[in-house]
Nanobody
Framework: QVQLVESGGGWVQAGDSLRLSCAAS?????????MGWFRQAPGKDREFVAA????????SYADSVKGRFTISRDNAKNTVYLQMNSLAPLDTAAYYC???????????????WGQGTHVIVAS
């Protein structure tokens, strides 16, 4: 079992940056899992943002965040990060980290989820 806790959300102005963190705990170390970030805006479905493979050999991004967001992980700290630059109001959402034994951008492939952290970007 894996427990995930996100942090780092907040209220920012358009153009600002934020770094989200996802700390993992439990009986299984996250270094054996692929990790993903997803987001859900009010009234919309949860969508893929970024993913990173277990050995950091691969990363992938949604087109809407490519070039602005960077996913990284520190397996020694059991932590995954999402660096978000040039934030825009359309990035306003609850952000969730998730763990999977499959490197994937598909929400249904992720069995373990955090509770989310909110990001609000004002124009």
């Amino acid at each position: 079992q894996v427990q995930l806790v996100e942090s780092g959300g907040g209220w920012v102005q358009a153009g600002d940056s934020l770094r989200l963190s996802c700390a993992a705990s439990g009986r299984t170390f996250i270094r054996s899992y692929a990790m993903g970030w997803f987001r859900q805006a009010p009234g919309k479905d949860r969508e893929f943002v970024a993913a990173i493979s277990w050995n950091v050999g691969g990363t992938s991004y949604a087109d809407s965040v490519k070039g602005r967001f960077t996913i990284s992980r520190d397996n020694a700290k059991n932590t995954v990060y999402l660096q978000m630059n040039s934030l825009a109001p359309l990035d306003t959402a609850a952000y969730y980290c998730a763990a999977s034994n499959r490197y994937s951008s598909v929400l249904q492939d992720y069995p373990y989820w955090g509770q989310g952290t909110h990001v609000i970007v004002a124009s």
